[in-house]
Structure formats: structure tokens, C-alpha cells
């Protein structure tokens, strides 16, 4: 199977997986909430959240684990494939020992004298901390083997039992319902439950399949020390996304109050089910990126940096076109109260996501070279002027989406910005990736949106308006984008796919 064919497979599963799980989300968070009532359900969600603010350090170091064990693999060299499992694994322990350490005393401390819970819910709050943390420490060492699955892009596995954990997720909700015993930690106990057999499943399969995946105790301390430090840059990447955000979040209370928390909240919300789509395509693409440039085939990874960009960016300006143009429609729709800025909020917050999906392949192609600490340090630095800008903004007397304004124009340096290490690291050439993708994106962009645009700006809103820009949006753009934005090779290689696809279901 060629990688091209491999990609579009794994991106279907990816694609299937999350649209099933987003599903089984939204019902399971409505039946918990009716099974625990409000109080119990926020107790659940405070007290949990102060485990799982730990959550983004999982997904940074499978990031981390995914490069070095496909970098490994792209090379061929078995035995370092082993030694890298192994040396990963016992970086994954020493976290969890220091992780758990801190709930323990520091996490605590806070449940107990800072959380807000009424008495009589104290109890099963502490048991519900426990579980939380217990099951934390699980869901950390499922990302090795997770990991090992995406670098040998196995990804019908990962999709596979994915929807095993969102089906398990929904039966506990069911069991919640049947079983006479405290709710709050009943629920507990039951997520700790369901995070052992997800990773015993990841673990029998990856050591059924995959020779590395046999731990045992190794000690190279200059692997250790790469892979510690390649990780604690991702950390430090990833620290600051989520840092950016709450801070944000603060800024914007302190100035305008909650509503306008409320706003941005739906905002991201749009953006995370949106974004989700773009970023199973990058999933499926950076094990290749990473193996072909670990073998030295450096302009096929070049080759597959540029089509990866223009597929992450259009599978989210497929769904992007038309939100923005109906986002008041929509809005409508979704929520019965709709809080004020909502829709230049959200507007804007897609907009930004458009921009940093480009970046996604380029990340993968930085993070390949090994030499992460250059490109995190100024990206994250940059980005991080989000903040102050923000503050000034809103100090100068700016309205509050002003702040998002900023922050799509820090994301396009930002942009500018990895595209220009990414040449310095790897002799990525500036000059055809602005022929090969920036140019052809920029035409698809500005031809597909003229037709909805008029479409939204001459009639009234309605069911029917709403239909036919969404319908002219997606058809325009994904045509555009065959005959404008790929070049003849990419378009042959995605038409013969389909007509094998048609012909296989016929």
C-alpha cells in the first residue's frame, strides 16, 4: 500500500471514530447530568478538573513518544526501536510517581480548603479525587502504547478502541442509573474502570503485535536526557495553548464580566468540534513525514509537508465557509439563549483556527529534525504575546473581540514565523511552499466564498437560505480546491482513489 492510500485510510477511521465518539459525548454529558443533578455534576467537574488540568501533559508526551518511536521505525534499527520503548516507558513512571505525589499533598490541599462543596458532598468528593487521579495515572500509561500504534499507523486499532472506550463511558452511565449507591462516587469509580480496561487493551494488543512494546528496565542516560528534554519543549509548547486560554479567559472577566466568558466558552466549543477534523488528518500524516525524513528522504517529506497543508486547511475550510457566513442561524438553532458577541466571537475563533491548521504538517516537519527547543522557544514566546496584546487592546478601549482580532494576527506571524525555521531546520524552501500552497489556497479561498457570500447577503434567513449556502459551499469549495488547489500529480493520485473507492462498493 502506497503512503497516499495509507493516509486516506487511516484518516476515514480517524474520521468515523470521531464523528461516533462526538456522538456518544453529547449524550453521555446529557444523561450525567441528569442522572447526578447540577450540584453533583459541577462537584464532579471541579474537583476532577483538578487531576485532569494535568491533561495536556499526556498529550504532549504521546506527541513527543510518537516522533521517536516513527523516527526509529523510518530508520529500520529494531533494537533502538526497543530501547526508545523502554526508555519512554520509564519517563512515563517517573511522571507518574511526581504527578501523583502532587495530587496527594498540593491537589489535596486545595480540594479540601479551597473548593467550595457543601459538606455533606465532601466525601464523596474526596472519593471522586481519588478515582480522578487513580484513573489519571492509567490514561498516562496508555499513551505509550497509543503511541505505538499511530507510528505504525495502524490507526483502524486506535479508532477501534477509541469507540470501545466512548461505548464502555456510555454503559457506566446506564450502570450509574441502576446501581442504589452514592452517585458522585459510584461515577468515579466507574471512569477508573473503564481507563484499566482501555489501557489493558492497548497493552495486550501492542505486545500481541509489536516487538518493542515488551517492557524492560534500560538506563542510557543520553537517550533519556533526548527524549526528556525533546519532551519537556513539547511540555512547554502545549503549556502554553492552555495557559494563553485561561489567562485570556481572566482578562476578559476582569474587563467585561462572565458573559462574555459565556461567549467565547461556545466559541471554543465550535472551534474544538471543528478543529477535531483537521487535526485526525495531521494525526494520520505525521508518522510518514517523520519516517521519511529519518531515512534521509528529505524531499519526500518536503513533498508530503505541502500536500498535508493543503488538506489540513481545506478539511477545515469545508466546514469553516459556512459556519462564519451562518453563525447567527446557527447559533439560533444550538442554543436557546444566545450570549452577546457569541458570533464575532466564534467568527473570528474559526478564522484563527483556519490560519494555525496550516501549521500543523510544518510542526511535525520541526519536530522530526530533533531540534525542538529553537522552535518552541520562539513560537511559544511569540504566542504568548497574546496576553499583553489582549490587555492593551481592551486597556486602549477596544470592544471585547477585539482580543480575537489580535490573536488571528499573531497566529499568521506565527505562521510566517515556523515556516521560516522550518527552512533553517530542514531546507524546507519558502519559495515553493508559497507557489505550492499558499497561492492556491489563497485563489480557493477567495472564488469559493463568493457564491454564499451573495447568497447570505441578498436573501433572508432562513431554513432554506441556510441550505443552499452550505450546500454551494461545500460543492464550490471542494471543486475549486480539486482544479485550483492541488497540482496535477495530487489531483490524479485523489480522483484515482475515489473511482477504486466507487468501484469496490459497486
Known amino acids: ?86 526508555v519512554t516507558m520509564c519517563i512515563y513512571l517517573f511522571l507518574i510517581v511526581i504527578i501523583i505525589a502532587l495530587a496527594e499533598t498540593v491537589g489535596l490541599w486545595f480540594v479540601k480548603r479551597k473548593l467550595v462543596i457543601p459538606v455533606g458532598r465532601m466525601p464523596a468528593a474526596m472519593w471522586v479525587y481519588q478515582f480522578s487521579a487513580a484513573n489519571f495515572a492509567v490514561t498516562l500509561m496508555t499513551a505509550p502504547y497509543m503511541a505505538a500504534i499511530i507510528a505504525h499507523e495502524n490507526m483502524s486499532v486506535y479508532a477501534y478502541a477509541s469507540i470501545v ?95 462574555v466568558n459565556a461567549a467565547r466558552a461556545v466559541s471554543t466549543q465550535i472551534n474544538s468540534a471543528v478543529n477535531s477534523f483537521s487535526a485526525n488528518f495531521s494525526t494520520a500524516t505525521r508518522p510518514q513525514i517523520i519516517k521519511d525524513y529519518a531515512a534521509d528522504r528529505i524531499d519526500g517529506s518536503h513533498r508530503l509537508v505541502f500536500r498535508a497543508c493543503k488538506m489540513t486547511f481545506f478539511l477545515m475550510f469545508v466546514f469553516t465557509l459556512p459556519l462564519v457566513l451562518e453563525m447567527p442561524y446557527v447559533l439560533g438553532l444550538w442554543l436557546k439563549d444566545v450570549p452577546g458577541n457569541t458570533v464575532v466571537f466564534a467568527r473570528l475563533t474559526l478564522m484563527d483556527a483556519l490560519v494555525t491548521s496550516v501549521s500543523y504538517p510544518i510542526m511535525t516537519l520541526a519536530q522530526a529534525t530533533r531540534r525542538i527547543a529553537l522552535y518552541q522557544g520562539v513560537v511559544g514566546g511569540l504566542l504568548l504575546c497574546n496576553l499583553p496584546v489582549a490587555y492593551l487592546l481592551l486597556r486602549l478601549g477596544f470592544p471585547p473581540y477585539s482580543v480575537m482580532v489580535g490573536q488571528v494576527a499573531i497566529s499568521v506571524l506565527a505562521t510566517v514565523v515556523r515556516l521560516v525555521i522550518t527552512n533553517w531546520l530542514s531546507r524546507f524552501s519558502l519559495r515553493r511552499f508559497a507557489v505550492k500552497v499558499a497561492l492556491p489556497l489563497a485563489l480557493v479561498v477567495a472564488l469559493s466564498a463568493l457564491l454564499p457570500t451573495l447568497i447570505v447577503w441578498r436573501s433572508r434567513e432562513s431554513f432554506l437560505r441556510f441550505f443552499v449556502t452550505v450546500i454551494s ?10 482544479f485550483v488547489g492541488l497540482d496535477k500529480g495530487e489531483r490524479s493520485a485523489v480522483t484515482v482513489g475515489i473511482f477504486k473507492k466507487i468501484r469496490r462498493t459497486a
Not at 20 to 40: H, K, Q, W
Not at 41 to 61: D, H, K, P, T
Not at 230 to 244: D, H, K, P, Q, T
Request: with cysteine; proline share 1%.
Open 165 to 259: 472506550e466512548a461505548a464502555l463511558k456510555l454503559a457506566a452511565v446506564f450502570l450509574l442509573r441502576m446501581i442504589p449507591y452514592d452517585k458522585l462516587a459510584l461515577y468515579g469509580m466507574l471512569l477508573l474502570f473503564v481507563g484499566l480496561v482501555n489501557t489493558s487493551v492497548y497493552r495486550f494488543y501492542c505486545r500481541l503485535h509489536y516487538e518493542e512494546c515488551s517492557f524492560r528496565f534500560v538506563w542510557n542516560g543520553a537517550m533519556f536526557r533526548e527524549i526528556f528534554g525533546y519532551m519537556g519543549w513539547n511540555l512547554f509548547g502545549s503549556a502554553v495553548g492552555v495557559f494563553n486560554n485561561q489567562v485570556l479567559n481572566i482578562i476578559l472577566n476582569q474587563f467585561f464580566g462572565p458573559l
Open 473 to 482: 459551499s461545500v460543492a464550490g469549495s471542494s471543486l475549486l480546491f480539486l
Open 1 to 86: 500500500m502506497t503512503s497516499t492510500s495509507r493516509i486516506a485510510r487511516n484518516t476515514l477511521f480517524l474520521y468515523f471514530r470521531q464523528i461516533l465518539i462526538m456522538l456518544v459525548s453529547l449524550y453521555t454529558v446529557r444523561m450525567v447530568l441528569a442522572t447526578l443533578g447540577a450540584e453533583d455534576y459541577g462537584i464532579y467537574n471541579v474537583v476532577a478538573g483538578v487531576v485532569v488540568m494535568f491533561g495536556f501533559l499526556s498529550g504532549a508526551m504521546a506527541t513527543a513518544s510518537q516522533r521517536f518511536l516513527s523516527f526509529e521505525l523510518g530508520r529500520g534499527d529494531t533494537e533502538m526501536l526497543k530501547k526508545t520503548f523502554s
